[in-house]
């Protein structure tokens, strides 16, 4: 007798603390990749990945203070997929978009465009910078994919 597939469960979280290192950007691309691929949630997966990078690099350069982490949490709570980067930073995240002449600072604004949703947190220690995404849930809990 064939033992039907289990579907994926509607909530899963995976969290993960990176040293303040230039490789660890990479790292935690790699970790979202392959939390997603894990979870069959990959229809979204390069506009993710792109969120988690600039996510990162932005803990990195002005966030995680030297000796310090950043921590990036993945949540899939039925059709919303979360992507939160904590860092023990006391810069707050920008707030205006970039000028068309400047050569950086287009991370954030890159997040919210890619994304459906981006929202900063402050907390009494650093701050949580997110993105969301709509996912098809109908995709996710089917026995085929």
């Known amino acids: 007798m064939e033992v039907p597939p289990v579907p994926l469960s509607r909530h899963q979280s995976r969290q993960r603390r990176f040293p303040r290192t ?18 069959g949630c990959v229809e979204r997966l390069d506009d993710v990945k792109l969120c988690a990078s600039e996510l990162a ?3 990195l350069l002005h966030g995680a203070p030297p000796g310090r982490q950043y921590c990036v ?3 899939l709570d039925g059709h919303l997929l979360r992507l939160a980067v904590r860092d023990t930073g006391d810069r707050p995240a920008p707030a205006a978009p970039p000028t068309e002449d400047a ?8 997040a919210r465009e890619l994304s ?3 929202g ?9 910078v997110w993105v969301t995404f709509k996912t098809d849930v109908r995709a996710l809990l089917s026995p085929d994919g």
């Open 57 to 59: 690099t932005n803990a």
């Open 73 to 75: 949490t993945l949540t």
């Open 22 to 39: 230039r490789a660890s950007v990479g790292a935690a691309r790699a970790f979202v990749q392959q939390a997603l691929t894990d979870w």
């Open 103 to 110: 050569c950086s600072g287009r991370g954030l604004y890159l």
């Open 120 to 128: 900063v947190t402050e907390h009494a220690v650093g701050k949580t």
């Open 116 to 118: 459906d949703d981006l």
